[in-house]
């Protein structure tokens, strides 16, 4: 290990500076990990890991809000002297260890004029990292700057839920393809994935691809689209209750029709509906209305002929299906939606354990931090799925461009994701939360999110045996 500073004054048990040596400060960066001799090198109370944030550099000669004699020579072109700079990192604790112990958090103040050392290529940090893991596995990752330092992450907490977020280009679903979906398999779980756009999966994994046309979807689901189509039916009852009958029983009635008879087929029905006399006329009123907005092409979309039950059984053989949603409207895809997560939710019920990973592209179309509509119904679904997900591992990993406000997802879910993937912040989510309150704590700011490169990910939470979120990425 290499020998680069010294302690500053006001240190702590979870805070203190470095003082870098001289001509250290062109050579350590930001996100580099460190060992900290607490004390001394012969004899030091303890040894801690951190992880350098928030560098800083001062010369008091050349304090720009007072006259210095150095600042006059600057203003003309000279070359002030060197001799008074002090460059510093802040440093963050991950953890502390003395002897064989395991990595536990630090308890002791970090004392000044203790020895820093940064680790080396050949000299794996992760390793005292892992120490602490329960069920140990590696994500296809590694921390930034040094790629045989592959990232240690605890699968025993796949089921307590993923997100992933970051701005458009920041690389959330290579990072999804080639990080998370490996790291599922080989901890022996199952991925479905739901491919809003069906251009983020869909082309990479073509021979695991299902259109959601060719998928029976169960008759309250499309009630339930019908009736954000149609306004709740009008406010009708009687209405209600014609398409529901209708729903009941179209496979039998308009099998191998073409859409001119089936068209016909929907209209008869609702014309040969009984209906009571005072009634009648609203009823009309409303039945014109919905043949306008339930056409037979909207219809032959919603009647596949795949029984979810195969879909079970297809991933329980290939491990990983991707459900290709483009072409349909928002609100077929949400109604699909209510099926699937019906059926997972019943087969939790019944005791089984999942062993699913379920990753959710897109994820503010199904629950926007102020759902409207069909959408509540999907958020209710999906807060009720994770809450049951954890005791019977069903993973639920959701991707989106924001955390919080417009641009996220809803706080209520949003709350059941215990671990995170944070890329390049949105600038909604500067003034609207979400990473910035998660991760200043850990001296990793606003603007520095803001600037993060494309492909670059910090890992927090539960998944990550490190306390301190770490800065990963990958290659492509």
């Known amino acids: 290990m290499k020998k680069i500073g010294i302690i500053a004054d006001d240190s702590s048990e979870t805070r203190a500076k470095v003082i870098l040596y001289s001509a250290f400060e062109d050579k350590i960066k930001r996100e580099d990990i460190v060992l900290i001799h607490n004390g001394n090198d012969e004899n030091p109370t303890n040894k801690i890991l951190g992880i350098l944030r928030k560098g800083s550099g001062k010369n008091e000669l050349l304090n720009p809000s007072r006259y210095r004699p150095d600042i006059a020579y600057a203003k003309i072109g000279g070359e002030p002297s060197s001799s008074r700079e002090i460059y510093s990192f802040e440093i963050i604790p991950i953890g502390s260890f003395s002897s064989e112990e395991k990595l536990s958090p630090n308890r002791l103040i970090i004392k000044p004029r203790s020895p820093v050392y940064l680790f080396e290529e050949n000299e794996n940090p992760c390793e005292l990292i892992k120490n602490s893991c329960k069920e140990l596995s590696y994500l296809d990752a590694y921390l930034e700057g040094h790629r045989s330092w592959k990232v240690p992450a605890d699968a025993f907490y796949i089921p307590y839920h993923i997100g992933v977020f970051g701005t458009t ?131 032959r979309h919603l009647m596949g002929n795949i029984e979810f039950a195969s879909i079970f059984d297809l991933i329980e053989q290939s491990r990983l299906v991707i459900l290709d949603m483009s072409g349909f409207s928002s609100e077929i895809k949400l109604s699909f939606f209510l099926t699937l997560s019906s059926h997972l939710y019943n087969m939790m019920l019944k005791g089984k354990n999942l062993y699913l990973a379920l990753i959710i592209d897109e994820a503010p179309q199904y629950c926007p931090f102020n759902p409207e509509g069909i959408q509540r119904k999907v958020t209710e679904e999906i807060k009720n799925l994770a809450a049951l997900g954890r005791k019977h591992r069903l993973n639920l990993t959701l991707i989106a461009q924001g955390i919080a406000g417009e641009i996220g997802i809803n706080a209520a879910v949003r709350r059941n994701l215990n671990t995170n993937f944070y890329g390049r912040l949105h600038p909604l989510d500067v003034t609207q939360g979400g990473a910035k309150d998660w991760l200043e704590p850990y001296g990793i700011t606003a603007d520095y999110l803001l600037t993060l490169e494309d492909g670059r990910f910090y890992f927090a939470g539960i998944m990550n045996p490190s306390p301190v979120p770490l800065l990963i990425t990958y290659d492509i």
């Not at 306004?231 to 009852?237: A, L, Q, V």
Request: net charge neutral; hydrophobic share 35%; proline share 3%.
């Open 169 to 299: 280009g920041t690389g959330k679903s290579w990072f999804t393809r080639k990080v998370l979906m490996p790291f599922y398999l080989k901890n022996n779980y199952k991925v479905l994935v739901l491919d809003w756009s069906g251009v983020d999966y869909v082309p990479y994994f073509k021979d695991n691809v299902i259109k959601i046309s060719q998928i029976k979807m169960d008759n309250q689901s499309i009630l339930d689209f019908f009736a954000d189509l149609t306004d709740n039916f009008y406010d009708n009852k009687t209405l209600e209750s014609a398409i529901e009958d209708f729903v009941s029983r179209w496979h039998e009635i308009i099998k191998g029709k073409d859409e001119y008879q089936i068209k016909a087929i929907l209209d008869d029905h609702l014309r040969g509906f009984e209906v009571d006399k005072k009634y009648k006329i609203p009823y009309e009123r409303s039945s014109k209305k919905a043949l306008n907005r339930i056409t037979p092409e909207l219809i």
